[in-house]
């Protein structure tokens, strides 16, 4: 069973992303991160709160101790809500749009990772606290891939990431957007989602299941196996300097720009960057 979210859940939130993380729960797109505006959590489903947990985290310097599981009875689906201190209890009914509570930063983040709301779903069955074997998640909206040579200049930084300006969104707040991927002519350009390479595999969004090589920047970095990618054996290189890699994300606000991992890097606003893909 495959479960889509909607157009009118998925404008909650400026940004997604459904395989931009390492841990197994992703594994095939089977769970989503959604980026809310400010720190409170928007409820992205409607049920009945069934039970809500806290676990002990890894321990990171800029990471509070604990996280949390919210579970919400959707019937034929429980609906699994992580990073979120919950303001539910279970019994508590919640429509979409719904304050959950507000997210936390637990080391299950790496320090690059923005605040977000993790959300997946089980059989009703199946073992609710597992974190992986949770069903495919897909989304229903209009995506557009962006075409980028790999240039931009830095207009944001971070201790472990930089943003560039570039590429920019055609239309904020109309459509979600990300950096799209080359290969076949065979469409509109399908949207890279994921952390290349820094996290095992990516996808590739918006032009249906394909079995296709896919690049970026001219350069081969996997093949789409359906919208599953394994990255191939690649370097992000900015500037000439190898780098941890792109975060690779949906976004529908205007701020929009191909974000750089790069913790070890001085980046500075204004500078002029020219990122590559070296096989």
């Not at 089980?122 to 073992?127: G, L, T, V």
């Not at 209009?142 to 240039?151: A, H, I, N």
Request: contains cysteine; hydrophobic residues 35%; glycine residues 12%.
């Amino acid at each position: 069973m495959v479960v889509t979210l909607s157009e009118p859940v998925l404008s909650r939130y400026p940004r997604f992303s459904l395989y931009n993380s390492p841990y197994d729960a992703h594994d095939e797109g089977c769970a989503i991160d959604l980026y809310p505006e400010t720190n409170d959590a928007p409820s992205p489903v409607a049920g009945e709160v069934i039970s809500t947990r806290t676990v002990t985290a890894p321990e990171k310097p800029y990471a509070v101790e604990h996280d949390h599981l919210i579970l919400i009875d959707q019937g034929d689906r429980v609906a699994r809500v992580l990073h979120v201190d919950p303001a539910v209890a279970p019994g508590d009914e919640v429509a979409v749009g719904d304050s959950l509570g507000e997210m936390v930063r637990s080391g299950f983040f790496a320090p690059w990772v923005d605040n977000h709301v993790h959300l997946g779903f089980r059989d009703p069955d199946a073992n609710l606290y597992r974190a992986s074997g949770s069903m495919p998640v897909s989304v229903d909206v209009e995506l557009r891939g962006l075409t980028w040579d790999g240039t931009g200049t830095v207009v944001e930084t971070g201790e472990t990431y930089a943003v560039l300006d570039a590429p920019t969104h055609p239309a904020p707040g109309e459509c979600f957007a990300g950096i799209g991927a080359g290969g076949p002519p065979d469409g509109e350009p399908c949207v890279l989602d994921g952390g290349l390479p820094h996290y095992s595999g990516g996808g590739v969004l918006g032009n249906g299941d394909c079995e296709r090589p896919v690049s970026l920047c001219g350069s081969r970095i996997g093949v789409a196996d359906g919208r599953t990618i394994d990255w191939g054996d690649v370097t992000v290189v900015a500037n000439d300097d190898p780098i941890t890699g792109l975060s690779l994300f949906l976004a529908r606000d205007g701020d929009f720009g191909a974000k750089l991992v790069c913790p070890n890097a001085g980046f500075h606003e204004g500078e002029l960057v020219t990122v590559e893909i070296r096989r």
